[in-house]
């Protein structure tokens, strides 16, 4: 058998990360910690990780002034995407947002034909209907004792495309700079927009959540958040955004299945054909394209 290639075990890993978090996250989120919250004290701790880092290993911030324009607009989208997620899965279920978030490809695809680094064949938009129409299936369907209404799913859709775009933004950055520096700068704007927003939360916000809930919060920010954000970032440098979110396809089901066993959610019939059409769509709208080299 061939030895995975060093991207392949970062994708992994980052993909595992990611579908546990849309279950801690849930967790978090219903025992007393306000969405916002969440958000702004999760990518608080991590600017300052970032800043840190970058500080201690390049004892520079410095970010070239034709690049600021992509370090903004990536912040912007970061914001976006933060509070799309956290009210996505304040509105409905981890396995409901999974298995929805699952059509993130076909979002990489429609972002990229957009920027005009993406040709797409005509098969992709077949891929692309099988894959709406399994999100409407996800969404007609119950998970557990929450019902996925018309709000959760706009949520869950907003996320991923805003996640998309992120990662199409930092990626002329990855030419540039290292993934701690790119970190350490839009991370940081990121967080005043996050915590601007999310002050009335802040000032209502019940801190007495106990030992478990904080260990979860740092089990949030240190790893899906740190520690997926340098293996993501090398991902994109090496592999480019189109295909890496290929990779994604993996998590629906594994964030689907966190949700199962560790809160007790479950999945009807309705959602798992959702969820298979959402993975065919993908698949038919894949483009075969040669390696890198190196790859």
Known sequence: MRRPTSTEVMLLVTIGLWALNLTVSRYILLHGVQPLVLSAVRYGIAAVVFVGIAVVAERSLRIARCDLVFVAAAAGALWINQIGFVYALETTSASTVGLILGATPIFAA??????????????????????????????????????????????????????????????????????????????????????????????SQDWQLGWEVWALILFATFGPLVITNILWFNSLDRIGPSRAMLATNLQPFVAALFAVVLLGETIDAVQLVGGVLIGVGILAARRRSPLAPGD
């Open 110 to 203: 429609v972002i990229g034909l957009v920027f005009g680094t993406e040709m797409l064949p005509r098969r992709f938009w077949l891929g692309a209907a099988l894959s709406t129409a399994g999100v409407g299936l996800v969404a007609l369907g119950e998970s557990g004792k929450m019902r996925a209404d018309t709000t959760g799913v706009l949520l869950c859709i907003l996320t991923a495309a805003t996640w998309v775009l992120y990662s199409i933004l930092i990626t002329p950055l990855m030419r540039r700079y290292s993934p701690s520096r790119i970190s350490a700068v839009v991370l940081p704007l990121a967080w005043v927009g996050m915590a601007v927003v999310g002050l009335p939360q802040t000032r």
